[in-house]
Every structure is written in structure tokens, then in C-alpha cells.
């Protein structure tokens, strides 16, 4: 039986690739996207496929008439809501939106799900454990995020998206889902994204020094987006409630970072050393035993082989 | 010149003390309640005044016609939010309405306010301190906040109307100011509270032993609802920003409570012992030196003058 499936947020860089997987299995998938951080050219080669419909819509509102008749025509079987600035300079430059979206956005959405008795994935962040006490993050931990900084835009609101979704599957019996994604990358992580892999990347085929804040022995932990998906769609398929952190665990040195990508890139290692801002990114691991023990996940693609795709794609552009 | 205030939740146990305290001193005052956990009860006495006026409405919902004309009329210079459930039984029992009120209710309330050029404080709580790992809470304290928690719809809530609140005023310009309000008493509170005080004044009136769950050696801190008002007002009357902590930062043990109440009663002094909850609230003090340093505010009144007014209330019912 075909099952059919909201994205929200599908036009984004993680959203994309889950919709093309989707599709690839013979799901119908509606994806709705206002195109505030997304692309519609992420989705170009998915929009002719029979089975996908793009809509360009605010999640923060009520559907308009065409998307519900096609949710009422077509049944819906899950909705997944991954809308939202997800970078810190994207988040930074809309913090209402960015607590719209996950305030009034989840709860539209969740609307939406219930309505017709559709499980509801929400995709949470690692953001939520705020500048960590605890190494590696279990999703036992609490977290430790301050409520009023500039962060919190997306950290509080992403909670607060967890504490409304947990309370409809408590309170109203709703089949949910919360997973906490870690950093991603991969193809269609735009170059502005602001983090470590796309500004090397972008660097490197530009034939400039990387920039490397801090003397690079700081370690950070990436999944590529392949591996990141196929644990979306496992917790889609299950029944679990979570949350359950997505991620990989594997850490590396931005050192180690450099050397690579320069070796990939087939460019002469240049590295020019800048201070660590203040609000340097803190050290952040996943710790995966439950997506492991519950989805039976884990990344499988190594780091190597997952920067060469990420610099063919943007090579590409 | 006379300054028209709009206190939402303004029929509750601290909103109802507060609407009286602005009336007295000249202030037009614009109560707006759904009545869910109000009572129209606390503000009988205040109704026939000619500056006061009630309406039954729902601040997660837009204003209707009869407010928006009003506020018209009248201006506006200030809404005070004081709008959720915010006893533990009360916010259990209603948690996606308390989760609305944190997000949507704060949502509108800011645009009224920003609308009108009015100043826009937020009553946040203690909460936000979760169980806290310092002690006492200062405001540059982030927390320990389960966001998935039965508590979370709180909790959560009011750290997201903390967030919204604080990226008004950057992203926006609004003034703003936010409490976050310690454990209060005082008449009108409800004896379905459910925490130590309302629970020792039913019992002793009803003339049944004390319920102390544990031996009592744990410690509570509680400010008389007078105090916190006088709090309040001096934060809308200033331009701070805050969070500002407000409550009393003296701590007395439940078997101290249980004496001077007995005593206070005219009742024997008899207490039933009961295991201490899973969930107990946890220890809760204020460290109150900025409200002492910005606002020149600290609790006048102590304990034993607090509890006779609470419950010479309670018996006059």
C-alpha cells in the first residue's frame, strides 16, 4: 500500500535528500515549504516525479483549501516537520520566525497529523542540549541552554516543540516521534551555512587558505546526510516515541578536517589562524546506543567518502 | 495623567491582588481572563470601580471588537501577562492549554502591546530554574529543565515566553521586562493549590491533622502576595529589562510552618507523616540582589503577618 507523507520543510538541505528517499521507495509525498531558508532547486529533479507535490506554504499557518484537499484525497500516513532556519546565521538573522516555526508550526502541524490519525515525526536538535555538562549527550541529559540568549530563538524553541509534541502523545493518545539531530552535512548544504565543512569546502574550490579559528586541534563529530536519513526513515517506520539522537559519533580534529579536504580538493594545505570567537560552537558528541538498540542504526559512511560527494556537488554549482 | 494597563490572567490569585493595587493608585486597568483556573470571585469587589473593566476572553485568541475599541479609546501604556495555570495540579491537568498560553497567548499579547507602543511584562516563573544545581537562583542561572517532563508544559512554556519575549526586544525594539516569580501566598489563593501552605490552612480549619510528607526538615521560601505585587508594580514602572527575580528569600522548615499555623489556627498541633513524593517540588531560593539593586524592592512582611491575613480569607468563606 502506498503510504503517504507531509515533509515540512522538504525543500531544505536535510529535507531534500529525505524526500528523494521517499520517493525512491514509492512513497507519495507532499512536501510544504515556505522557502524561507529552503530551495526550491534542492527539489528541481524530485518535482517531476509522479508521486511528489511541492507546495510553497507557511507551516506557521492554517493549510490552504488545495493542500487539504489533497491530504483528504490522497490519506496522509505520517507528517514530518523538519521547518525551520536550522544554521546560526540563518536562525540569527529570523528569530521570530524561528520561534513561530517551532511554536505555532508544530502545533499546526500536529493538528494536521491528528486529524488523520498520522504519526508525527518532529526532527529536534542536539541544540536543545545547549553548551553540554555531560560528554557524550545521552537523551537522558537535560541540557544546559540559557533561556534569553540570542541562541535561544532556535534552542527554546526547538524545546518547546518537544514539550507540545510529548504533551499531545501523553494527553491525546497522538502516535509521535521526536528524533535529536546532530550536525549534518553533505550535498545541498549551502556554502553560507557558516559551519566548519561548508566554509572549507567553499574555501577550497576557491583556491583560498582555510580559515581555522582557534590552532584546529578542537574536535567536532558530522553525519553525513545518506546515513542521517536512513535513521529518519527508520523512526518513521517504528513505533518509538524517543527522543533519540541521530548523529555520528566518530570525532575528528579540524585539523584533521583540513588535511583531508585539501587532499580531496587536490589544493596545497593553506591555513590561516584566526581567534575562537566567543560563541565558538561547544563541543558536542552524540551518544547513539538508542538509535543503535531501538532503530538498529548507525552512520556507515565514512568521513572521506562523505566530503568527496559534498565537494563533486559543490564543485558542481 | 492617567495610565491604562492591561493585566492578563488578571482574575487569578497574583493578577486579581495586582488589578486592585493599580486601581488604588489611579491606573486604568483592563482585565482580560478566560477564567480557566481565575476565579470572577477575586475580582467581585473591583468590578463596580468605574476605571476597572472585565472581559471573559482568551488571550491565545485575537481580541475581539468590544477590547480592541477599548483599547482604542483608552490607549495604552503597559500589558502585564500574567495569563496561565500556574499551580502544579492546575497546569497537569490542562497541559496544551498551558503550553497555548506560553506561546500563542505570549505572541499576542507582545503584538497588542508593540501595537500600542505600551510596555509588555512578562510574568515567567521559578520554574524556568527547573531543579535547579545552584543555590540560591540568580538570574544568570540557565537551569536544569527536563524538556520532555510531565512539568515541561510549564516549564518549557514559560522558558519559551522568556525567549519570544527577549527577541522582541532585540530584534524589535520593544520594551520589555521579565519576572520570574518565586513561590507566593495570600488571600485568594486557591486550597486546590496543592502546595504546603493552601493544604496546611484547609487542614487546619477543617480541623484534621497536617499532611507532612517527609519529616518535615525540608525547607520552603514564600513571599506574601503583597510583597510581590509591590514587586511587580516597580517593575512596570522601571525600564528593566531583567529576568528580575522576585520572592522571599527567607526559608522556614514545614515543621516550623506546621507551628506557627497550629498556633494561628487554634488548633493542637497534630501531623500525619506521609513518604515524600517522587516529585517533590525541589528546593527553590531566590538570590534577590538585582531586584534589591534595580527596583529597590524586598518582602516587607513576614511569615506570621502573612498567614493570619491568608487565613482570616480562607475562614471568611
Redesign the interface.
Known amino acids: 500500500m502506498t503510504r503517504t507523507v507531509v515533509v515540512a520543510g522538504g525543500s531544505g538541505f536535510i529535507g531534500s535528500h529525505l524526500c528523494e528517499r521517499l520517493l525512491d521507495r514509492g512513497d507519495r509525498v507532499i512536501c510544504v515549504d515556505n522557502l524561507s531558508t529552503g530551495k526550491r532547486a534542492n527539489i528541481a529533479e524530485l518535482e517531476s516525479r509522479p508521486e511528489m507535490r511541492f507546495f510553497e506554504a507557511d507551516v506557521c499557518e492554517e493549510f490552504g483549501p488545495d493542500l487539504r484537499n489533497l491530504i483528504e484525497d490522497w490519506g496522509l500516513d505520517a507528517v514530518l516537520h523538519l521547518a525551520s532556519p536550522a544554521s546560526p546565521p540563518a536562525y540569527l538573522a529570523r ?2 520566525e524561528t ?2 516555526v ?3 508550526g508544530t ?1 499546526n502541524l500536529l493538528h494536521v497529523a491528528e486529524a488523520q490519525g498520522a504519526r508525527f515525526i518532529l526532527a529536534s536538535t542536539s541544540e ?1 542540549y ?1 553548551d553540554p555538562l555531560e560528554h557524550p549527550q545521552t537523551e537522558s541529559y ?7 540568549g ?1 541562541r ?2 532556535y ?3 526547538k ?2 516543540a ?3 509534541t ?3 502523545h ?3 493518545g497522538m502516535n509521535i516521534g ?1 528524533l535529536r539531530i546532530f550536525n549534518t552535512y553533505g550535498p545541498r548544504l549551502q556554502p553560507s551555512d557558516g559551519r566548519v565543512i561548508s566554509n572549507f569546502v567553499a574555501q577550497a574550490l576557491s583556491g583560498v587558505p582555510f580559515t581555522m579559528y582557534g590552532d584546529g586541534s578542537q574536535t567536532r563529530s558530522f553525519c553525513y546526510v545518506d546515513d542521517l536519513v536512513t535513521g529518519i526513515v527508520a523512526m518513521l517506520d517504528s513505533s518509538e516515541v524517543g ?1 533519540i539522537n541521530l548523529g555520528n559519533p566518530i570525532e575528528f580534529t579540524l585539523r584533521e578536517l583540513a588535511d583531508v579536504m585539501a587532499e580531496l580538493c587536490e589544493v596545497p594545505l593553506q591555513i590561516t589562524y584566526a581567534p575562537l570567537p566567543s560563541d565558538d560552537p561547544r563541543m558536542r558528541q552524540p551518544d547513539i546506543t538508542l538509535a543503535r538498540e531501538r532503530l538498529g542504526w548507525e552512520p556507515q559512511i565514512d568521513l572521506r567518502d562523505g566530503l568527496a560527494s559534498t565537494i563533486a556537488w559543490q564543485r558542481s554549482r
Do not use: K, Q, T, Y
Request: aromatic share 6%; no cysteine.
Open positions: 528569530p521570530i520561534l513561530d517551532g511554536s505555532r502545533r536543545v545547549g537535560w541540557g544546559n541552554v540559557n533561556p534569553i540570542e535561544s530563538v534552542d527554546e524553541s524545546r518547546f518537544e514539550a507540545l510529548m504533551a499531545m501523553r494527553s491525546r521526536i527522543p
